[in-house]
């Protein structure tokens, strides 16, 4: 794992352990996972604070990671977290590529950036996310576009990137847009993500 997810995962399998171990059984056992539960994620919901008074949060696992980005592990990613979309403008189309997260793991999607050496990190002000997004369309045709070529998407996102890719291949090569390439385009957008 390359995001903070790792640490919640190792709290996580300190709970596992501790329950094989059937130290559940006993208060103490029970109170020490939640501790350790307190600790992961968000935290307690109001009502286990209310019925575990005396938590004690433990500190997260210390886990170094290396800057360096495996392109297997990123194409993975992006199946998983990345949208591609179609935004309507006065002037036309644009086409961008995102990646969110928590902003916890903004240091995550900076990797990510230095990566393609394209994109910048934005931090909506109604969310506590971060999001990696590209926006130049020279980025999207020589960066993006052919590592998805070469480290193909295997999930749901591929059909999302093959409508994608056809409309950035229809940008690419009409510099002038027929009313025909404006509604084949909407058409395309219309099947998109969520419609």
Same mark, same amino acid.
């Given at each position: 794992m390359l995001t903070k997810k790792e640490k919640d995962f190792l709290l996580f399998k300190d709970i596992i352990n501790l329950l094989n171990n059937k130290t559940h059984f006993t208060f103490d056992g029970l109170q020490n996972i939640v501790n350790l539960r307190a600790s992961m994620n968000l935290?307690?919901?109001?009502q286990l604070k209310k019925e575990f008074p005396n938590i004690t949060i433990i500190s997260k696992p210390i886990v170094?990671?290396?800057?360096?980005?495996?392109?297997?592990?990123?194409?993975?990613?992006?199946?998983?977290?990345?949208?591609f979309y179609i935004k309507t403008t006065k002037s036309g189309f644009n086409v961008n590529m995102?990646?969110?997260?928590?902003?916890? /793991?903004?240091? +995550?999607?900076? %990797? $990510?950036?230095?990566?393609?050496?394209?994109?910048?990190?934005?931090?909506p002000s109604t969310r506590s996310c971060a999001?990696?997004?590209?926006?130049?369309?020279?980025?999207?045709?020589?960066?993006?576009?052919p590592f998805l070529k070469s480290y193909s998407l295997q999930g749901t996102k591929l059909q999302n990137f093959e409508y994608f890719y056809e409309v950035v291949q229809i940008l690419k090569n009409?510099?002038?847009?027929?009313?025909? /390439?404006?509604? +084949?385009?909407? %058409? $395309?957008?219309?099947?998109?993500n969520k419609y």
């Open positions: 935290g307690l919901s109001i170094n990671k290396s800057k360096e980005i495996d392109p297997n592990w990123l194409v993975g990613f992006i199946d998983g977290e990345g949208c995102s990646i969110s997260q928590h902003v916890r /793991d903004i240091s +995550l999607l900076k %990797n $990510i950036s230095y990566f393609f050496d394209c994109g910048i990190i934005e931090k999001v990696f997004v590209v926006y130049k369309f020279k980025d999207i045709c020589w960066k993006i576009i009409k510099p002038k847009l027929t009313k025909e /390439d404006l509604k +084949l385009i909407q %058409n $395309i957008k219309l099947k998109m």
